[in-house]
């Protein structure tokens, strides 16, 4: 079976690394032969990080070659199409699909976070190609409204999970031994790990987390490890955050494998999270989190979890980020909603059990 993949990858974000690696481990579970060519921004770091084909991003005439040659182009994970983050790469998703429905390929839209859609052009095309694909999967409950805004109704549409939702679990062992590299190990007290990025309001936001962690320093004296899952944007993010604290912390300056980051995320006693799949890792790895948002796509994932964020980038305090950690690190360990998160990651691997029962079904 070949398949190609339209996706943000080679980016070097941990996020979409993680959704990448989670769609390859369960469509290989369900094909044994599986082909993939993943559309990628660096197609080498691609195909070495994930073993499969890539082409670039730029090139048309390789991607349209490999699509020819397809049995289905899947379009995802992620929040590919929406126009808030960015204007033109809408645009971009869109012409990838437009594609191959000229070129008779099946196309699924697979575990995609939905919108927001603005301005007449965006919301004409969206209705014009995407009620054309064969299949469409999407990650959250707000993204079926997004699609009914959309009067997008002639594909079938599932309401699943996102893809890292089917990972698995991994060995706390990878983590500590990158903790202790620098000098940390269990036995120090409390680990509160912090994905945090770049963002509108950035400022005012910086400002309020470095007190709010100074003060759990100060309180609890639990160790801050910042976690980039973004290389190398997270890291300037962190160091900037880390340089207006008064208390001393942990900034890790690595590029780490999705295992590594899963991993070190699992050995946190609490996860505070501005990263989507951040916050998702958590919930593999089973560590309470705190989330703050930027997006919808936060609240739609913490909502499907059971949870709610702690507050936007643009309106959180220092003192809400310090009540609600303090609130978390005198609750068990133990995530709370065991039961939805068994529920999501068989959802997750519905999207890789869909996609094949739809090339079956053309072929």
Same mark, same amino acid.
């Given at each position: 079976?070949?398949?190609?993949?339209?996706?943000?990858?080679?980016?070097?974000?941990?996020?979409?690394?993680?959704?990448?690696?989670?769609?390859?481990?369960?469509?290989?579970?369900?094909?044994?032969?599986?082909?993939?060519?993943?559309?990628?921004?660096?197609?080498?770091?691609?195909?070495?990080?994930?073993?499969?084909?890539?082409?670039?991003?730029?090139?048309?005439?390789?991607?349209?070659?490999?699509?020819?040659?397809?049995?289905?182009?899947?379009?995802?994970?992620?929040?590919?199409?929406?126009?808030?983050?960015?204007?033109?790469?809408?645009?971009?998703?869109?012409?990838?699909?437009?594609?191959?429905?000229?070129?008779?390929?099946?196309?699924?839209?697979?575990?995609?976070?939905?919108?927001?859609?603005?301005?007449?052009?965006?919301?004409?095309?969206?209705?014009?190609?995407?009620?054309?694909?064969?299949?469409?999967?999407?990650?959250?409950?707000?993204?079926?409204?997004?699609?009914?805004?959309?009067?997008?109704?002639?594909?079938?549409?599932?309401?699943?999970?996102?893809?890292?939702?089917?990972?698995?679990?991994?060995?706390?062992?990878?983590?500590?031994?990158?903790?202790?590299?620098?000098?940390?190990?269990?036995?120090?007290?409390?680990? =509160? /790990?912090?994905?945090?990025?770049?963002? #509108?309001?950035?400022?005012?936001? +910086?400002?309020?987390?470095? !007190?709010? *962690?100074? %003060?759990?320093?100060?309180?609890?004296?639990?160790?801050?490890?910042?976690?980039?899952?973004?290389?190398?944007?997270?890291?300037?993010?962190?160091?900037?955050?880390?340089?207006?604290?008064?208390?001393?912390?942990?900034?890790?300056?690595?590029?780490?494998?999705?295992?590594?980051?899963?991993?070190?995320?699992?050995?946190?006693?609490?996860?505070?999270?501005?990263?989507?799949?951040?916050?998702?890792?958590?919930?593999?790895?089973?560590?309470?989190?705190?989330?703050?948002?930027?997006?919808?796509?936060?609240?739609?994932?913490?909502?499907? =979890? /059971?949870?709610?964020?702690?507050?936007? #980038?643009?309106?959180?305090?220092? +003192?809400?980020?310090?009540? !609600?950690? *303090?609130? %978390?690190?005198?609750?068990?360990?133990?995530?709370?909603?065991?039961?939805?998160?068994?529920?999501?990651?068989?959802?997750?691997?519905?999207?890789?059990?869909?996609?094949?029962?739809?090339?079956?079904?053309?072929?």
């Amino acid at each position: 079976m070949r398949i190609v993949i339209s996706g943000y990858y080679g980016s070097k974000n941990g996020g979409d690394e993680a959704m990448l690696a989670a769609m390859l481990e369960v469509l290989r579970e369900e094909v044994s032969d599986l082909q993939v060519t993943v559309i990628s921004l660096n197609p080498e770091y691609t195909r070495l990080r994930h073993k499969v084909d890539a082409v670039p991003m730029p090139d048309i005439f390789s991607i349209i070659k490999k699509i020819r040659a397809a049995d289905l182009l899947i379009s995802g994970g992620g929040s590919l199409l929406q126009n808030v983050t960015s204007g033109r790469s809408l645009y971009y998703y869109l012409a990838i699909i437009f594609f191959a429905l000229i070129l008779r390929c099946p196309v699924m839209l697979y575990a995609q976070g939905i919108g927001p859609i603005r301005g007449a052009l965006a919301h004409k095309l969206m209705n014009l190609i995407v009620n054309r694909v064969d299949l469409i999967t999407v990650r959250d409950r707000g993204s079926l409204e997004e699609l009914a805004r959309l009067k997008i109704t002639r594909p079938k549409i599932f309401c699943t999970a996102d893809p890292v939702l089917a990972i698995k679990p991994v060995p706390l062992e990878i983590g500590e031994e990158i903790l202790s590299h620098h000098a940390l190990k269990k036995s120090d007290g409390k680990f =509160i /790990g912090v994905a945090i990025r770049h963002w #509108m309001d950035w400022g005012r936001f +910086q400002t309020e987390i470095a !007190a709010a *962690l100074d %003060k759990i320093i100060e309180e609890t004296g639990a160790k801050i490890i910042f976690i980039p899952m973004k290389f190398p944007e997270d890291i300037r993010s962190a160091v900037m955050t880390a340089e207006l604290m008064k208390e001393k912390c942990l900034v890790f300056e690595e590029e780490f494998s999705t295992q590594e980051i899963l991993s070190l995320v699992g050995c946190m006693d609490l996860l505070i999270g501005v990263r989507l799949h951040a916050l998702i890792f958590a919930g593999v790895m089973n560590v309470p989190l705190l989330g703050i948002s930027y997006d919808p796509k936060i609240e739609r994932f913490l909502d499907s =979890i /059971g949870e709610k964020p702690l507050g936007n #980038m643009s309106d959180v305090t220092a +003192q809400e980020i310090f009540d !609600a950690t *303090l609130k %978390k690190l005198s609750e068990d360990k133990e995530f709370h909603d065991d039961t939805l998160l068994k529920e999501l990651n068989a959802l997750a691997r519905q999207n890789a059990k869909l996609a094949v029962e739809l090339v079956k079904s053309k072929s």
